[in-house]
T-cell receptor, first 114, second 112 residues
Framework: AQSVTQPDIHITVSEGASLELRCNYS??????LFWYVQSPGQGLQLLLK??????LVQGIKGFEAEFKRSQSSFNLRKPSVHWSDAAEYFC????????????FGTGTRLTIIP | DAGITQSPRHKVTETGTPVTLRCHQT?????MYWYRQDPGHGLRLIHY???????DKGEVSDGYSVSRSKTEDFLLTLESATSSQTSVYFC???????????FGAGTRLSVL
């Protein structure tokens, strides 16, 4: 069964600093990979996705993620965070076998300090 | 934003009472999902639907049932609510291909 690990429960960064959120997955092959963001009291919004091809993918709000097959990782990055980036971030993997289901990590809460 | 409406947005109920949550979509997507979100667990799939009257269990389906009589509506029912079902419930939709899911705003349910 596939699984997703987000090792950091909570991260605090200063506004303007760079950010990297970690995501590791367990899957028999290369899954579909996603990052979602959840602002307080809101639903989840898709930030970016990886299906195939270029291993560095760009998303909304200035985020990017890099797929590394050898490390089974899909880390999310942003060069300079803004106070509005404070939220919870979820990594998810999808099965290429066509069952249309996602498995989510437990999330990383991001706090931004001035 | 994907046209997904969850109702109610908030509900407080008592242990042992039945509760039904509704998810309505205007996107004509084939797949619909119900998740629950709890601290330390992320999102866990309760049930999902791959078409009208076609549903299947997720990883935390005990105590929940679902129905989908129309493409646009997916109902989640707690037959007899328990305090362990206090949670935030999210509906999601997807069209076939690559698992891209879009989420509703959630329903916060408290079972006292």
């Amino acid at each position: 069964a596939q699984s997703v690990t987000q090792p950091d429960i909570h991260i605090t960064v200063s506004e303007g600093a760079s950010l990297e959120l970690r995501c590791n997955y367990s899957y028999g092959a290369t899954p579909y990979l996603f990052w979602y963001v959840q602002s307080p009291g809101q639903g989840l919004q898709l930030l970016l996705k990886y299906f195939s091809g270029d291993t560095l993918v760009q998303g909304i709000k200035g985020f990017e993620a890099e797929f590394k097959r050898s490390q089974s990782s899909f880390n999310l990055r942003k060069p300079s965070v803004h106070w509005s980036d404070a939220a919870e971030y979820f990594c998810a993997v999808g099965d290429r076998g066509g069952n249309e289901k996602l498995t989510f990590g437990t999330g990383t809460r991001l706090t931004i300090i001035p | 934003d994907a046209g997904i409406t969850q109702s109610p947005r908030h509900k407080v109920t008592e242990t042992g009472t039945p509760v039904t949550l509704r998810c309505h979509q205007t996107e004509n997507h084939r797949y619909m999902y119900w998740y629950r979100q709890d601290p330390g667990h992320g999102l866990r799939l309760i049930h999902y639907s791959y078409g009208v009257k076609d549903t299947d269990k997720g990883e935390v389906s005990d105590g929940y049932s679902v129905s989908r009589s129309k493409t646009e509506d997916f109902l989640l029912t707690l037959e007899s609510a328990t305090s362990s079902q206090t949670s935030v419930y999210f509906c999601a939709i997807s069209n076939q291909g690559r698992n891209i899911q879009y989420f509703g705003a959630g329903t916060r349910l408290s079972v006292l």
